[in-house]
């Protein structure tokens, strides 16, 4: 087999996946040239991906919630109450940061965990559960910032996290330093460890892909990555929120793909009864499901809060659906059992690249929310024309 | 010449990689009682479900003549409104509806644009009157037994104006009394001129209501008999739907080693809060090493709910009795406590709550023995792979890779997965709920051989069957249930298919 049919049949049989990445690629190309390839500058980049990290950790959530068969609807005013609370007790309560973060995360877990209890154990639709704590928290919000309205937050430590970026070290050609070292070490990692995959899968005997195509693919990767550390070391580097979004992906993407706790949420979403009967605990996902769903709803209340650095009484409005609208952009199926961490993070990007260009062309407010609905819908209908050819 | 309602002419029906009708026909004269006869896959239900639109034109080869018609049928509105009216096995009832609400259910008698509730009871009573259903239109469907439930479907189906009617096997979820009564009434039917096609297992109803018996054996039409000519016998009947010695189907299993008792149930109930009654009564049951016990019996005897009531009880029975597994009283918490125990349960809904149909081979070898391709929760995938690899050659699993999806493989290639997956448990006591259902006999051969071996392997093996031969070929010991309740233990050499049958119908 040649070089060229082996491609052809690898993205072929993988078009699924790589389907978002080319409509991704896709998409910032047509802005890039749209304007001038100011899209496409540092300063963009670096802002539209800040932007899009408190809707993308919650996507990744979401993704899960939505792999199990339920939703969670509750996130948006959890993010905000917790954000509120946050404020609270660095402002009015005096609590250092290192305090306030693992308490506001515990909290979010315990919001995650009571909903998990009302799907879970007393069986109420995920859909109404999640409404009631919706309309619970979005009360509750205003009921804490009631007195005061926005709080300004002044812990310059706190506002970093939405705002700051990794120390530089130095600058290189005005490179940030750190940043690209961060960028080669990435790759570095990447390529040990596809490498160290592929000799495993040898030392196994199975069949690998040519040696050809393997180094086209790290190639392909390699460069990317180090496309987008330039890109970004050319402005301020890498962000505080960047860097939190990608441990959330790597430590999920881990979760997910490579241990019997992501297989089990898999195999709950594919089939309950059928994973029961396996002797996996479906109650037990649905707790942890959703324990860490509220987590993640608590990071993203933390970030927006420091992006603004204030709580307004309005935080989290239609996070949900943005979330929402990011995992189903990024694959995962309502049916249940599909989709991935990674699918989440690129769907949140491309509603971010959306918004992002939209504004620089100028585009009305009213046109943007109908292009992203017809992105949206876009995503659902490939999502099942292919699933109708694989099956 | 023969006044002929329908004529199926030649059909053939193909599903990826299985022949499910090869040049089938099949032949009903108008005002008769044909009797449709075959073992369990023979192609009974697809032909049926070639006649009334479910398989729609063009998706098979061959012509159906109607009424002197040739018919293409693109749905089951189609077939409905030609006038043949089909009643399959699980009865398609909306149970929270009243009984007039279902007989003109997607029927409904209008009055201008609204529905006219008032025709509707007058109606539904002159159905009921048909039927000789006693009871009031404004019954919901919950309330009354399978029985009468079945002879609402029949009011339906005549509602419709129906000149064919076919039923699948309408009386295997009925007592004795009340198959009588629908014997009875198809009798009645027939002589206001209705024809009627019954798919049935039980050979003493085909002889006593079929004027003609059409014999199905794989995909193949065999025979059509003719009572008139005394054609319809058991011996004959038999003699064609099996075609074979029925020694030839089972494997032979030399050496029985049978050892000591691993599992025990002593006076084991089992209360199902949400229908609000008991589905296993007082069982007292013992499983032997190296030995296979039959569980016989009709559906709904309660045989799924007492392996499932071992099994870890999923589906939260109320339980009381005593549970022994290899010496040591026992109560599961969950399945997978169950599992740990040894004990393996195959489901006999392999689609439904036994695989994880989007999912390829390997994840479901592997998902109920995650332990066995992890270390502290992370996974080995390459081991997976293995495994899987491993599974798939000495199950004989016929995919093109082990990343095929389970939903795509045909049902003696799922039933493997499915064996295989439970397999890797690693198990001492494996339950198998209807291991053979729905899969062709090559499939069904290779099963059966697995499960010699396994024996062999000192395993102990419950088998639920519907399937007389399969129960009687197989086990070494025989439970026979029915209403819940073991009715009879019968060793396997003073059994024959008629006390089965007397002690399931008690």
């Known amino acids: 087999m040649n070089l060229f049919t082996e491609a052809k049949s690898i993205v072929k049989l993988n078009i699924r996946d790589y389907g978002m990445y080319i409509a991704l690629i896709v998409i910032m190309l047509t802005f890039t040239i749209m304007t001038d390839g100011l899209f496409i500058s540092s300063r963009n980049i670096s802002n539209l991906l800040d932007s899009a990290g408190y809707i993308a950790v919650l996507a990744v959530g979401m993704t899960l919630v939505i792999v199990i ?14 954000g509120a609370v946050a404020a609270i007790f660095m402002t009015q309560l005096g609590f250092s940061i290192w305090i306030t973060i693992p308490v506001i995360l515990l909290f979010g877990i315990l919001i995650g965990c009571f909903n998990g209890f009302l799907i879970a154990q007393l069986g109420i639709p995920a859909f109404v559960a999640t409404l009631a704590g ?14 005061t309205g926005t709080i300004i937050i002044n812990n310059d430590q706190f506002n970093a996290i939405g705002n700051g970026f990794i120390p530089s070290l130095m600058l290189v050609n005005g490179l940030h330093l750190l940043s690209l070292l961060v960028g080669v070490a990435a790759i570095i990692l990447y390529i040990y460890s596809e490498i160290s995959t592929r000799k495993n899968k040898m030392t196994y005997g199975f069949d690998v892909m040519s040696s050809g195509i393997f180094l086209i693919k790290l190639l392909l990767v390699s460069l990317i990555i180090a496309y987008i550390t330039w890109i970004l070391a050319g402005y301020n580097g890498f962000s505080w929120t960047m860097v ?44 942890i499901v959703f ?26 409005t239609l996070f949900e659906l943005d979330a929402i609208a990011a995992a189903y952009v990024g694959g995962v199926s309502s049916a249940g059992g599909v989709g991935r961490v990674t699918g989440a993070i690129i769907g949140a990007v491309v509603m971010a690249c959306l918004s992002s260009g939209m504004n620089l062309l100028g585009t009305g407010i009213s046109y943007q929310y109908m292009i992203r609905g017809g992105v949206l819908a876009a995503a659902v209908i490939f999502d099942v024309m292919t699933r109708r050819q694989r099956a | 010449m023969n006044d002929y309602i329908l004529e199926m002419n030649n059909i053939t029906k193909e599903f990826p990689g299985v022949k499910a009708l090869s040049d089938v026909s099949f032949k009903v004269e108008k005002g008769e009682i044909h009797c449709l006869i075959g073992e369990n896959g023979a192609g009974k239900s697809t032909l049926m479900k070639v006649l009334s639109g479910v398989y729609p034109y063009g998706t098979y080869k061959g012509d159906i003549v109607f009424e002197g018609e040739v018919q293409q049928f693109n749905e089951i509105n189609d077939s409905v409104r030609a006038g043949i009216g089909i009643i399959y096995q699980e009865l398609a009832l909306f149970p929270d509806l009243t009984v007039y609400e279902n007989i003109f259910a997607g029927n409904e008698i209008k009055k201008g644009p609204f529905v006219d509730w008032n025709e509707t009871v007058v109606q539904a009573t002159r159905m009921l009157k048909k039927v000789k259903l006693n009871v009031t239109p404004e019954t919901l469907i919950k309330d009354l037994g399978v029985g009468k439930q079945q002879l609402v479907e029949i009011a339906k189906a005549l509602s419709k104006d129906v000149k064919l009617l076919i039923l699948d096997e309408p009386t295997a979820a009925l007592n004795e009394n009340d198959s009588e009564n629908l014997l009875d009434l198809l009798k009645e039917l027939k002589s206001q ?23 199905l054996r794989d995909g193949k039409t065999i025979c059509t008999l003719d009572a008139q000519k005394g054609e319809i016998t058991e011996s004959i009947i038999i003699k064609n739907m099996v075609g074979r010695e029925i020694e030839d189907i089972y494997p032979k299993r030399p050496d029985k080693k049978i050892g000591e008792t691993v599992l025990k149930l002593t006076d084991w109930s089992a209360y199902d809060t949400q229908l609000g009654r008991k589905v296993a009564k007082n069982i007292n049951l013992e499983v032997k090493k190296g030995e296979i016990v039959g569980i016989a019996g009709l559906m709904g005897s309660g045989r799924t709910e007492l392996a499932l009531s071992i099994f870890g009880n999923p589906k939260n029975y109320k339980l009381a009795g005593e549970l022994e597994v290899h010496g040591e ?34 994840i479901n070898v592997s998902a109920a023995h995650m332990k066995g391709i992890s270390k502290k929760g992370i996974l080995n995938l390459n081991e997976e ?33 499915s064996l295989g997956k439970w397999l890797f448990t690693g ?5 198998l709920d209807e291991p053979t259902r729905g899969i062709d006999v090559g499939a069904k051969f290779e099963i059966y051989t697995i499960m010699n071996e396994l024996i062999k392997e000192g395993l102990s093996i419950i088998m639920i069957s519907s399937e007389l031969g399969e129960i009687m070929g197989m086990s070494d010991r025989i439970y026979v249930m029915a209403e819940g309740a073991v009715k009879g233990e019968l060793a396997i050499e003073e059994t024959t298919q008629e006390t089965i049958m007397e002690l399931a119908t008690q």
Not at chain 1, 69 to 82: E, P, Q, Y
Request: a positive charge; proline letters at 1%; aromatic letters at 6%.
């Open chain 1, 134 to 147: 919706m309309l619970i928290f979005r009360g509750a919000l205003l009921n804490v910032t009631e007195d």
């Open chain 2, 193 to 215: 001129g209705i024809s009627c096609i019954m798919i049935s297992h039980k050979l003493k109803e085909v002889i006593s209501i079929a004027d003609k018996a059409t014999v």
């Open chain 1, 69 to 82: 068969r339920h939703i969670d609807l509750s996130v948006g005013f959890v993010a905000g109450f917790l």
């Open chain 2, 385 to 417: 792979v293995k495994v899987g690899t491993d599974y798939k050659k000495s199950l004989n699993i016929k995919a093109s890779s082990l990343e095929q999806v389970v939903g795509k493989l045909s049902g003696g290639n799922q039933q493997k997965v």
């Open chain 2, 329 to 362: 009283k026992k109560n599961f918490k969950h399945t997978s406590d169950a599992i740990k125990a040894g004990i393996a349960y195959v489901t006999e809904d392999r689609k439904g709550d036994g695989l994880f149909l989007i999912q390829d081979i390997k």
């Open chain 2, 427 to 431: 198990p001492r006591i494996l339950i």
């Open chain 1, 244 to 287: 939190i979004m990608l441990l959330v992906v790597v430590i999920y993407h881990f979760l997910t793909t490579k241990t019997v706790l992501g297989r089990n949420i898999y195999a709950v979403g594919s089939n309950p009864e059928a994973a029961h009967l396996s002797g996996i605990n479906v109650k037990k996902i649905t707790y």
């Open chain 1, 291 to 316: 324990g860490s769903m509220g987590m993640l709803a608590a990071l993203s209340g933390l970030l927006f809060t420091s992006r603004l650095q204030s709580a307004t009484t309005t935080a989290g």
